[in-house]
């Protein structure tokens, strides 16, 4: 019986190493896969993450005021406007009312109504109502210039003041709408590569 026994003893010993080499085989195939998940995981979660987030922040916060600018509906301010109407004239030489007139604002001097007596604060402001002066001011009057007497809330809608001081700019200002993306716009015609869609709709109605 001794063959016997040393088959046994043979047998058990390669089931032995079988085992062992299978276990550092499963270690491998689970060190494996342990190590590939940490890897895949962010990938995931960062993709999902820029997605959803360029899904929707940045249509509010990111874009340019002067982006929105470009691409304004005037017809839609002046229905913004109606907020503002219940103190503020807008014809050449109105009246003053609760609010200074605001013919030609854009591009105006600061406090410059004549005979409109303007809180001290926007008395001392100085300087011009710029496109993006406007769009600070009018997003929250009173943390743009405290101690205005202007007594309104604010536009919080990007695109809404966008839409307004587009319409005011055609009362009486005017001016050029600054070109959206100056940091684009350097290669001459390469701004308009974006916005060329953006313009025509607006120059064409
Ligand atoms: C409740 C009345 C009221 C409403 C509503 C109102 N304003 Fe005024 N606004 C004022 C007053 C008062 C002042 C003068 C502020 C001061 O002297 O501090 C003023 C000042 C201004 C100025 C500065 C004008 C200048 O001559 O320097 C602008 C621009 C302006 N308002 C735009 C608007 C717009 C646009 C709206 C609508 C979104 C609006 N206001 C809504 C009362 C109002």
């Given at each position: 019986m001794d063959s016997f026994e040393?088959?046994?003893?043979?047998?058990?010993?390669?089931?032995?190493?079988?085992?062992?080499?299978?276990?550092?085989?499963?270690?491998?195939?689970?060190?494996?896969?342990e190590s590939a998940d940490p890897l895949t995981y962010p990938v995931e979660v960062a993709a999902e993450g820029q997605s959803g987030g360029a899904a929707?922040?940045?249509?509010?916060?990111?874009?340019?005021?002067?982006?929105?600018l470009a691409s304004a509906d005037a017809s839609k301010g002046a229905k913004v406007f109606k907020k503002c109407a219940s103190c503020h004239t807008l014809p050449e030489g109105g009246k003053d009312g609760t609010g200074p007139n605001l013919y030609g604002v854009v591009g105006r001097e600061v406090g410059h109504s004549n005979g409109f007596a303007y809180s001290p604060a926007m008395a001392a402001l100085g300087g011009t109502w710029?496109?993006?002066?406007?769009?600070e001011f009018l997003t929250k009057p009173k943390a743009f210039l405290p101690g205005t007497k202007m007594?309104?809330?604010?536009?919080?809608?990007?695109?809404?003041?966008?839409?307004?001081?587009?319409?005011?700019n055609n009362e009486g200002s005017n001016l050029p709408i600054p070109a959206a993306n100056e940091a684009v716009a350097p290669v001459v015609e390469?701004?308009?590569?974006?916005?060329?869609?953006?313009?025509?709709?607006?120059?064409t109605p």
């Open positions: 040393f088959n046994k003893i043979a047998g058990a010993l390669l089931a032995s190493v079988l085992v062992i080499i299978g276990v550092q085989h499963l270690a491998g195939i689970i060190y494996h896969t929707d922040k940045p249509a509010e916060v990111v874009i340019p005021f002067t982006q929105l710029t496109f993006d002066r406007l769009n007594g309104f809330a604010g536009i919080k809608k990007p695109q809404q003041r966008a839409d307004l001081v587009a319409f005011l390469a701004g308009e590569t974006v916005e060329v869609p953006a313009v025509e709709t607006e120059t």
